[in-house]
């Protein structure tokens, strides 16, 4: 059989949907999995990133630098490493995962600012606007295209990564990967591993029309033609 004949077989069987450690409860824990690693890492990347972009010159650079050297650290073996000195607690499965979510957003809102044409900060500055109301007003609406760019990227690499969680005991759609390998049992391998995937699909479904909603169509084609 294929992988999608395993997925397929696995996903359409009633049993799989009821009872305790089913698809939907499965499905809900990995999402707050997700969720939450992302908002946290988004409450200090996206600042972060802005105030840097916006003081711009060689610390921009010098920023950027790191925060991709930054997405070298292994995620899992950071979570192995938390779980021996902090045991199995929240923070074991969320700190990895924001050090993952972080570098994109980070690097992402940095180089929409910086990015903002000199012309249009002199302008800003021209009608008498302050400098948190250059960065409110006027460079974070323009870099908003690169900021949810950093956003959707994040949140697919978390989505992705988030199995993990079951590597400490935890749930989630890794938890039907790591039972399955663990009793060779494929169909749940193959059907966890399919729904991670569709969920990665309705996520990148959900920023295109957060785009839409958020950034104006000049600023979108800008940013298609940059």
Not at 42 to 66: D, S, Y
Request: net charge neutral.
């Amino acid at each position: 059989m294929s992988f999608f004949s395993y997925a397929w077989d696995w996903v359409t069987t009633s049993a799989n949907w009821h009872g305790n450690d089913s698809i939907p409860q499965q499905l809900l824990a990995h999402i707050g999995y997700s969720v939450l690693p992302l908002l946290v890492a988004a409450l200090i990347a996206v600042p972060a990133g802005v105030a840097i972009g916006h003081r711009g010159g060689k610390i921009t650079i010098v920023v950027v630098n790191i925060a991709n050297a930054w997405r070298s650290i292994p995620t899992l073996g950071l979570l192995i490493l938390l779980a021996v000195f902090l045991g199995f607690s929240t923070l074991t499965w969320l700190l990895p995962l924001v050090v993952l979510a972080i570098p994109p957003i980070l690097v992402n809102a940095c180089a929409g600012v910086a990015g903002v044409d000199p012309d249009v900060r002199d302008a800003a500055k021209g009608v008498g606007m302050t400098t948190w109301q250059q960065v409110v007003q006027v460079e974070v609406p323009m870099a908003m295209p690169l900021i949810l760019v950093g956003l959707r990227t994040a949140a697919i690499f978390v989505v992705a990564t988030s199995t993990i969680a079951a590597y400490i005991g935890l749930g989630g759609l890794g938890r039907f990967i790591i039972d399955g390998l663990a009793s060779e049992q494929y169909g749940p391998v193959a059907g966890g591993a399919l729904l991670v995937v569709i969920l990665a699909i309705i996520v990148l479904a959900l920023f295109a029309g957060l785009s839409r909603l958020v950034v104006p169509a000049g600023l979108r084609k800008q940013a298609k033609t940059e």
